[in-house]
């Protein structure tokens, strides 16, 4: 097991600093001080490292335990507020990963995959807080259940993440704060 995390540690650091592109598997053996067959027997080749490092991403209990929260919540306010917690929760902690790697995905299809699914389960979990709050019956006059689901991904998805503390350097205290009153702001009457 220790060679098979040095491997997905040395991988994900050339990843980081080289690009996937660049990076090549003789070269995660190199790092990892392993023969570059010990790589393909331990995690797999070069895409397959790409979707191992972002299974924990994937399946991250928090982030679930967050949306579910959200989901059993009454006041709308407080469904947006757990609802911007749980997104910046999974950002933080994946950080290096989704700002890192999922941000310019590798054209490889076993990555892009890994990538799908990761968006894929965020977006669900966005649309069912989006369920919720259409069954409060809280949201604008107007806004259906698709318009609610894609504008919570719009403020709570990767993107706005990446967008305001990656490339515009803001703290994620500041980008929760912001990006909750927004979707308050487009999703909800005024009170």
């Not at 220790?2 to 003789?26: C, P, Q």
Request: hydrophobic share 50%; net charge negative; proline share 4%.
């Amino acid at each position: 097991m220790a060679t098979r995390e040095a491997i997905l540690r040395h991988a994900l650091d050339l990843f980081l600093e080289r690009g996937y592109g660049a990076t090549t598997v003789s070269d995660i053996a190199r790092a990892a001080q392993v023969a570059t067959p010990t790589v393909y027997a331990s995690a797999g080749g070069k895409a397959a490292l790409f979707a191992l490092l972002l299974k924990p991403a994937i399946n991250d209990p928090a982030a679930a335990e967050a949306a579910a929260e959200a989901r059993r919540a009454e006041d709308p306010r407080h469904v947006l507020a757990l609802c911007a917690k749980g997104a910046r929760l999974g950002q933080e902690r994946y950080w290096d990963l989704v700002y890192g790697l999922m941000r310019r995905p590798p054209e490889d299809d076993l990555a892009l995959e890994a990538v799908t699914e990761v968006v894929a389960k965020c977006r669900e979990a966005l649309t069912a807080i989006a369920e919720h709050l259409m069954d409060l019956g809280a949201l604008k006059t107007g806004v259906g259940l698709t318009e609610a689901a894609d504008t919570l991904w719009f403020y709570f998805g990767q993107n706005a993440w990446c967008s305001l503390v990656g490339d515009s350097g803001w703290t994620f205290d500041r980008a929760e704060e912001w990006l909750l009153r927004a979707a308050i702001r487009d999703l909800l009457p005024e009170t």
